[in-house]
T-cell receptor
């Protein structure tokens, strides 16, 4: 069975600083994918970044980058230059025939 | 192009009642999945439908059922509602059965409150 663990229930970051959101995963599959989603209070799931298990380079999408450490089974999200609009819930998820989500981390950006 | 649309956006039901939630996927997408997100938790997989057939089912009781229509839209039905069914119900649309990269699109969800 696949499992995602997000150990940080909540995080604070100062505007314009970088922040790392932790995600560890467990799977017996050799091929898998990892996602990060942002969920504002409206409820919509917004795709941020994807990393395939065979991708050699860490994924980057604008201010978002994924620190993928396969041997440690971790896929941390790094947000650079935080903005007030980054305040939201963030979910790490693993791909299979379904998405398996972690419990999420609430990020609050302070001005 | 229209994204994934869900209806209704908000609804309140009484314990024991029945509810039907609807989802229209992105044009051309053949897979629809349903997720339940209870407040303070991550979404939990309920069903996946692909080409009008059930392709996956999560750990939910038989009170939960779904179907996919020839136009690939989908309905999620919940019978005999319990207070614990109060949640945000998310629909996800994708072209294929397997997910990869940025190929999954979520609707804005249906907020269900059971009183």
């Amino acid at each position: 069975a696949q499992k995602i663990t997000q150990t940080q229930p909540g995080m604070f970051v100062q505007e314009k600083e970088a922040v790392t959101l932790d995600c560890t995963y467990d799977t017996s599959d050799q091929s898998y994918g990892l996602f990060w989603y942002k969920q504002p209070s409206s409820g919509e799931m917004i795709f941020l970044i994807y990393q395939g298990s065979y991708d050699e380079q860490n994924a980057t999408e604008g201010r978002y980058s994924l620190n993928f450490q396969k041997a440690r089974k971790s896929a941390n999200l790094v947000i650079s230059a935080s903005q007030l609009g980054d305040s939201a819930m963030y979910f790490c998820a693993m791909q299979g025939n379904k998405l398996v989500f972690g419990a999420g981390t609430i990020l609050r950006v302070k001005s | 192009d229209a994204g994934v649309t869900q209806s209704p956006t908000h609804l309140i039901k009484t314990r024991g009642q029945h509810v039907t939630l609807r989802c229209s996927p992105i044009s051309g997408h053949k897979s629809v999945s349903w997720y339940q997100q209870v407040l303070g938790q991550g979404p939990q997989f309920i069903f996946q439908y692909y080409e009008k057939e059930e392709r996956g089912r999560g750990n939910f009781p038989d009170r939960f059922s779904a179907r996919q229509f020839p136009n690939y839209s989908s309905e999620l039905n919940v019978n005999a509602l319990l207070l614990g069914d109060s949640a945000l119900y998310l629909c996800a649309s994708s072209f294929s059965r397997k997910y990869s990269g940025n190929t999954i699109y979520f609707g804005e969800g249906s907020w269900l409150t059971v009183v």
